[in-house]
């Protein structure tokens, strides 16, 4: 059982829970248990099984066989809201606000009790959902709608919601996705509050430094089965844990620029400035690409990535010049710059959800004749085994990390030139990153194409760059090689 000796009796006690997708055992007889003020971290590649065992849990997937016990009462098989009132509180891999109402709305509506009865009675609800917006760190933008909101603040919200339930087991999917290192440590203090006040906290999350930190003990899964268990430190040392999710170190290859004998970059953005109403998202943002190379752009969250990307893909309305190929590329539509062959494989993934992995990828392909579809489809599949597997599979219900695969499968399906990776390791397993390395270590030696990529992952950023640009708070603030990254531009980010 996952948890130390000691007199306290767990608060939650999965016992041999299976949990079946038609052929497909997503978890397989998993047992662990929690007390109250300690912490399990489950970890495991993607696709193992991490988020269903939490769904079960929830009630927002029935098991298929098992016993789940919260304070010795059995919960299994119970619906989702009924779990919630027994205090066992989710906070999603993805954000679900509710975008029309404030970020202070939203979390009065998660302080609301569950009887109607009792609304009129809680007239301290605004000063209790101020007082949480302040302990996460939202005070500033209370009165904005969620899609306003920067991805940070986003998640910020999602834990907001949890605290206002009030929760006394806490199910924690992928926090730190997509964070920075100061955002890894702040809402690492967040999740180490709910410890402190008694609760008994189940942390899923590919951070693995973030998840050793954290936790009192780890599980790791792998194909819905538990692998190692044990402390932190053992399992991370676990051969097989090492094999299945760790994997190994990423190689570093750095090109010259010099190397590029392009005159005119086959990507030119000069003095280019994005304004989101009165807010300055880019202000005269000015780099380059040469065909072949490989760039990254790394800053953190709201610096301006994902508007220069867009400003590029034609997405959103700017100022300045884009050229591609020598070519400006003001006026053209978005659909025209991508027949260009510049592909945007978005940070939103835009996966087409209610259909199958192989139609998501036959959508991409459109543009190809027959033969050369399937010999892509085929290079693909090498690439990400998985998704050979999973033709016929509903692309919503993929796990996390497989639908970013996906995602990415989808846009090099449409034989790019430049492709426009923005943020393409949130959510993968640490062996997936090598997977993904090697697959662009495979483009970089064996075709033409030009890579921008955008990260506030600089370990998986400057590997796979020839050339790196810093975007701080809208502005482009250094450029560089990734060897004089470390020593002129790394204090904000190691
Ligand atoms: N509704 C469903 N129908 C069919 N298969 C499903 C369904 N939901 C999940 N699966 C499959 O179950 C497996 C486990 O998925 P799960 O989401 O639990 O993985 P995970 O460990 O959370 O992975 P990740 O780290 O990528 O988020 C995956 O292979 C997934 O494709
Ligand atoms: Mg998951």
Redesign the pocket.
């Known amino acids: 059982m996952a948890d130390e000796e000691g007199s306290t009796a767990p608060m939650l006690e999965v016992a041999d829970l299976t949990?079946r997708?038609?052929g497909?055992v997503?978890?397989k007889n998993l047992s662990f248990s929690i007390r109250p003020g300690r912490i399990l971290g489950l970890i495991?590649?993607?696709?193992?099984?991490?988020?269903?065992?939490?769904?079960t849990i929830m009630g927002v997937?029935q098991p298929t066989v098992g016993s789940i016990r919260l304070d010795g009462v059995e919960i299994g098989g119970l619906p989702a809201h009924k779990v919630a009132r027994r205090g066992v509180g989710l906070v999603f891999?993805h954000s679900r606000p509710l975008n029309r109402q404030t970020v202070l709305e939203n979390i009065k509506v998660a302080l609301l009790p569950d009887r109607l009865t009792q609304l009129f009675a809680t007239a301290d609800v605004d000063a209790k959902a101020r007082d949480i917006a302040v302990r996460v760190g939202l005070a500033h933008v209370v009165d904005r709608k969620p899609p306003t909101l920067a991805f940070a603040d986003l998640r910020r919200l999602e834990l907001a919601k949890a605290i206002a339930r009030h929760p006394k087991l806490v199910l924690v999917?992928?926090p730190f996705a997509g964070l920075t290192a100061s955002e890894v440590a702040a809402f690492s203090d967040l999740i180490r509050a709910f410890r402190d006040d008694g609760c008994a906290v189940l942390l899923?999350d590919?951070n693995v430094k973030g998840v050793a930190a954290l936790v009192d003990h780890v599980l790791a899964?792998y194909l819905?089965e538990r692998i190692a268990e044990g402390a932190a430190a053992d399992v991370m040392q676990d051969e097989t844990v090492r094999r299945v999710y760790l994997g190994g170190a990423l190689t570093r290859v750095e090109r010259e620029e010099a190397r590029f004998g392009d005159r005119v970059p086959v990507l030119q953005v000069d003095d280019v400035g994005v304004l989101y109403g009165k807010a300055l998202a880019l202000q005269s943002v000015s780099m380059h690409v040469h065909e072949g190379e490989f760039v990254s752009v790394v800053g953190l969250n709201g610096a301006g990535k994902t508007t220069l990307f867009n400003a590029i893909s034609g997405l959103v309305p700017h100022s300045g010049t884009v050229r591609w190929s020598g070519d400006a590329l003001g006026g053209s539509s978005a659909a025209a710059i991508a027949r260009g062959g510049i592909v945007h494989c978005p940070e939103t993934r835009e996966l087409f959800g209610d259909m199958s992995v192989r139609e998501n990828l036959d959508l991409g392909g459109n543009g190809l004749d027959a033969k050369e579809r399937g010999e892509r489809l085929e290079w693909l599949f090498d690439l990400f085994p998985?998704l050979r597997d999973?033709q016929v599979?509903?692309a919503r219900?993929?796990?996390?990390?497989?639908?970013?695969m996906l995602a990415i499968a989808r846009a090099l399906m449409m034989k790019p030139k430049l492709l426009i990776l923005d943020e393409p390791t949130l959510?993968?397993?640490p062996v997936i990153l090598e997977t993904l390395s090697k697959a662009l270590e495979r483009l970089r030696t064996t075709t033409r194409i030009s890579v921008l990529l955008g990260e506030q992952n600089v370990t998986f950023a400057l590997p796979h760059a020839d050339r790196v640009y810093v975007l701080d708070h809208a502005r482009m603030v250094w450029e560089g090689p990734p060897s004089r990254f470390e020593a002129e531009a790394a204090a904000a980010y190691l």
């Not at 495991?44 to 769904?55: D, H, R």
């Open positions: 949990k997708y038609g497909l997503a978890v495991g590649p993607n696709g193992s099984g991490k988020s269903t065992a939490m769904k997937e891999q999917d992928e899923v590919h899964m819905g998985i999973r599979q509903v219900t993929l796990s996390g990390g497989e639908q970013q959510g993968l397993a």
